[in-house]
């Protein structure tokens, strides 16, 4: 028999269930409840901080899963703050979409003028209204905080916990991982399939050896672990994460070797870790595995976060509707300084597109299986815990009053 | 209709290449990969292949954000390259797998749209 890595296992599993039910997340009320509970209720993160790098920089980011859209800015006191990106007089969209630099905002209908930090500055021909409270009429904030490199909001008017709490101790396990990063790419797709089904694809590596053989047949495995069980996974209040340990021996091909010999290796190769090093903060590579490829953390409920030595790459699934999401993805790298830079950040964009559009590739499929109805429950294996965590904690938040 | 681009003399005889693919950005790196048949594909992989190295050493005496024209041009070029290896190098029979989501559904954002440099 071969030997295999045994995972290690952290945190509390005595609430997770390895059976779901599937079938009625599919529905249009459940879907309500979730919208209502999880999304009204918790600390999203909607934006990557680098979308906001400077002061008076402003982004705006739609959320369809509350028919919303934000305006995201920094301002001149460098603190983030979000917006409904609507204007108070008639209810236009303020800002169209896209992002830059302002300290204003001027509503292209009358022309009122927004200052970035939220308040009325200035209304056109203000003599001829009778009664307009300035003062009461600023942008209607949405309670918003950075943390690392995530721009977080809470719709709730009174968040039931601060974005401190809502992480738990992941709070402080990735201090400044994510900085001096630069975006390489982002791509936007949207896929019929309900976003619980998209999620999952990416908080498991149970299915890299089957989805992924042709793109990257041997970044993980290998005759130490060929059942590629992942080698650490740890479960923390709603978020989970677990490292992916990669393959030793796995073969570089002549052109990786060309990009990643310039510049610095990022996925499908992985550096050797050293234990020694110890500027990688406790929540990345927390195991301190010496073959590891990269992490994967699931931020409750709708974002993952691929995190490597050198890029990481962010993903959300924004659920349009019951049966719709709205997925985003930005891999972020190293800044490039020499041409040697740019042609490893190449390499690495490409390959690990064609796995993310693999992933991608089973959503449809899967969405229009379960929609049949011909089953109702999903078996989850000890190797997809992080799918039965993000169950447990909808649900448990979906049960509150 | 060609661009009049043109590339640093040491590497005239990789000229030919420059119209088709000489392309700034990724969206239209992949475009370009994924209507080839791998014959095609193998064709410049193997007319670009001999020549890596000193690309990169050529290029390499560079600041990238003050590379002149025509090493701009082969920079292009030779990224092009890069990104569109795998295919050949993962030993496939198509450039496209089939399982994979399909690329006109995906929408490319500015950082995939546009050249870093």
Same mark, same amino acid.
């Given at each position: 028999m ?9 945190g509390?599993?005595?609430r997770?269930k390895s ?15 979730e ?21 008076n ?21 460098d603190?983030?703050?979000a917006?409904h ?6 209810g236009n969209r ?7 630099c ?7 209908f009358?022309?009122?003028a927004?200052?970035?930090?939220g ?16 003062g ?25 916990e ?16 994510f ?9 936007r797709?949207q896929?019929e399939?309900?976003? $619980?089904?998209t ?9 890299s ?10 970044y993980q495995?290998g ?6 069980h992942?080698?650490y ?8 994460r677990y ?5 030793p ?6 052109v990786e070797a ?9 996925y499908p ?15 990345? $590579?927390a ?8 992490d994967?953390?699931?931020m ?7 995190i490597?030595?050198?890029?990481h ?12 999401t ?6 972020l ?28 590739g ?12 011909a ?5 989850l ?14 649900d448990?938040?979906?049960q509150q009053? | ?6 590339l640093?003399?040491?590497?005239a ?6 119209d088709?693919?000489?392309l700034t950005?990724?969206?239209? #790196? ?6 080839l =048949?791998?014959q095609?594909? #193998?064709? *410049?992989y ?15 005496q ?14 292009h070029? *030779? ?5 569109t290896?795998?295919?050949i190098?993962?030993?496939w ?5 089939d ?5 006109? #559904? ?6 995939? =749209?546009? =050249?870093?440099?």
């Amino acid at each position: 028999m071969n030997a295999t890595t045994k995972t290690q296992f952290v945190g509390d599993a005595s609430r997770l269930k390895s059976r779901v039910n599937i079938l009625k997340r599919l529905r249009p009320e459940f879907y309500e409840k979730e919208v209502e509970k999880i999304f009204r209720r918790g600390w999203l993160p909607v934006a990557s901080l680098t979308d906001v790098p400077e002061t008076n920089s402003y982004a705006v980011v739609d959320v369809p899963t509350l028919k919303t859209s934000l305006i995201l800015t920094r301002g001149e006191d460098d603190k983030i703050r979000a917006f409904h990106n609507i204007c108070r007089h008639r209810g236009n969209r303020l800002v169209p979409p896209g992002k830059g630099c302002k300290r204003a905002f001027s509503c292209g209908f009358h022309g009122w003028a927004f200052a970035n930090d939220g308040r009325l500055i200035s209304v056109t021909d203000r003599t001829q209204f009778d009664d307009l409270d300035e003062g009461e009429l600023g942008l209607l904030k949405v309670h918003a905080e950075a943390w690392e490199d995530f721009v977080f909001v809470n719709f709730d008017p009174a968040p039931r916990e601060s974005l401190r709490e809502w992480l738990g101790k992941m709070y402080d396990e990735y201090t400044g991982y994510f900085s001096d990063r630069e975006k390489i790419a982002s791509y936007r797709i949207q896929v019929e399939s309900n976003w $619980n089904v998209t999620i999952n694809s990416f908080s498991e590596g149970y299915h890299s050896l089957y989805v992924h053989r042709k793109t990257v047949p041997d970044y993980q495995g290998g005759k130490d672990n060929p059942q590629r069980h992942r080698a650490y996974l740890e479960l923390m209040k709603r978020n989970a994460r677990y490292t992916a340990q990669g393959n030793p021996n796995r073969k570089e091909t002549p052109v990786e070797a060309i990009a990643y010999g310039h510049g610095r290796k990022m996925y499908p190769a992985f550096p050797r870790y050293m234990p020694s090093d110890n500027t990688v903060p406790p929540g990345v $590579n927390a195991s301190r595995n010496e073959n590891w490829s990269f992490d994967v953390l699931e931020m409750f409920p709708h974002v993952i976060v691929l995190i490597g030595a050198h890029w990481h790459a962010n993903m959300w699934f924004w659920p349009v509707d019951a049966g719709r999401t709205d997925i985003r993805v930005d891999f972020l790298a190293y800044k490039a300084e020499t041409v040697g830079d740019h042609f490893a950040h190449a390499y690495f964009r490409a390959r690990l597109r064609e796995v993310f559009r693999e992933d991608i590739g089973t959503m449809e499929a899967i969405g229009a299986m379960l929609r049949s109805g011909a089953m109702s429950d999903i078996m989850l294996s000890r190797q997809e815990l992080l799918i039965q965590q993000h169950y447990a904690a909808a649900d448990e938040m979906i049960q509150q009053p | 209709m060609t661009t009049g681009k043109t590339l640093p003399l040491e590497f005239a005889e990789l000229e030919p290449l420059v119209d088709q693919w000489a392309l700034t950005n990724e969206k239209d #790196r992949v475009h370009k990969l994924l209507s080839l =048949s791998i014959q095609e594909l #193998r064709q *410049f992989y193997d007319a670009m292949f001999p020549h890596a190295e000193s690309i990169v050493r050529y290029l390499e005496q560079y600041d990238p954000k003050k590379l002149p024209a025509d090493a701009k041009t082969l920079f292009h070029l *030779f990224v092009t390259f890069i990104e569109t290896a795998y295919p050949i190098e993962l030993k496939w029979t198509i450039t496209d797998i089939d399982d994979s989501f399909e690329l006109n #559904r995906l929408e490319f954002g500015e950082a995939s =749209s546009k =050249s870093p440099i």
